[in-house]
């Protein structure tokens, strides 16, 4: 089949631009953009010489040395293990609560840009089972990355470990780096192309299908083992679109005196200010996955329906 990668970009284009456009209402702006910022909680020497290069082997083991025993002396006051236990068990419960949120407003926003109408609370009710569903798969998936994770950085953590309590400069320190790095760039490329995976199409498939994530992996999964080089293209797409949203904010920051970087800096703000760009890269998934039939097409399934759907089915994560 013919598998087009700029038709879905400009559908999702026009639906943006009706959408918030046609006609331009600001208080859609304010309940879309809120939904936007509930689906985004989770969307840096050397020299040359011998005489320099000396001074740097005879100089970098001694502020290595102090800063070393600086921060173990910060460690070792009274009561800062407990302080930092606390703090961390805050921090843990707060990305829990955060991830649960994100988690609906996935659906949320998908749902305003699907259905073109700006809407919160019902939505959030609606797709409640599902969001919890996905939610509960992400808890899985982080477990399961961070798990991989430790296991490739153990080996190299210990070598770095026993350089840290040397406080001395080794190329075996730089060598365990770059090794790690060897290890951790495919990791990081299958994660992501799940994440991406997730976002534009399994969660798509959930609301079109009312599944649960683990189900709705399995009805994608198909597909991709089908159509493996049109998915990696679409991977590739949205890094260049990636790119360039970052290229034009940048440029946005830059030519407006720098009043950008305050305003991009502001949650909820932000995303109301970029929301035409958000719209657009939500709508890319459905519209791209709407091509393999009307199985796949969430199109299909507006308007939205008035009544919250019965359990999903399949699974329970």
């Known amino acids: 089949m013919n598998v087009s990668y700029s038709a879905p970009l400009q559908r999702a284009w026009g639906r943006m631009v009706r959408m918030l456009f046609r006609p331009f209402r600001f208080e859609l702006w304010l309940v879309v953009g809120f939904a936007a910022f509930l689906s985004e909680l989770f969307s840096g020497g050397g020299g040359g010489g011998s005489n320099l290069g000396g001074r740097f082997r005879r ?41 649960w949120v994100n988690s609906r407003g996935r659906f949320i926003f998908l749902d305003n840009v699907i259905y073109e109408r700006p809407a919160i609370v019902d939505p959030w009710r609606r797709y409640a089972q599902l969001g919890d569903s996905l939610f509960r798969w992400m808890l899985v998936f982080t477990a399961a990355s961070v798990g991989v994770a430790v ?15 040397e406080g001395s400069f080794h190329w075996a320190g730089i060598a365990s780096i770059f090794g790690l790095m060897l290890m951790a760039v495919p990791v990081a490329m299958v994660v992501c192309f799940a994440l991406l995976f997730l976002y534009h199409f399994v969660v798509p498939i959930m609301m079109r299908h009312n599944l649960t994530t683990t189900a709705a992996w399995q009805y994608f ?16 797409m949205m890094l260049l679109v990636e790119i360039v949203f970052l290229v034009a904010m940048a440029v946005v920051r830059v030519s407006t005196c720098c009043v950008g970087f305050a305003l991009f800096a502001v949650p909820y703000v932000k995303q109301i200010a970029l929301l035409p760009a958000l719209a657009t890269i939500r709508g890319i998934g459905p519209e791209f996955l709407a091509q393999f039939g009307p199985e796949f097409d969430l199109y299909a399934s507006a308007p939205a329906p008035a009544s919250a759907p019965p359990a999903p089915a399949g699974g329970s994560a």
Not at 74 to 92: E, K, Y
Not at 221 to 236: D, I, K, Q, V, W
């Open 221 to 236: 999964l198909p597909l991709l083992r089908a159509h493996p080089g049109s998915f990696l293209l679409f991977g590739l």
């Open 59 to 99: 100089h970098v083991p001694m502020v290595a040395g102090e800063v070393r025993q600086r921060i173990l002396d910060f460690f070792h006051q009274p009561g800062m293990l407990v302080a930092l236990i606390a703090l961390g068990c805050l921090a843990f419960a707060l990305a829990i609560v955060l991830l």
């Open 151 to 165: 296991l490739i950085s153990l080996p190299f953590i210990a070598v770095l470990r026993t350089l840290w309590y």
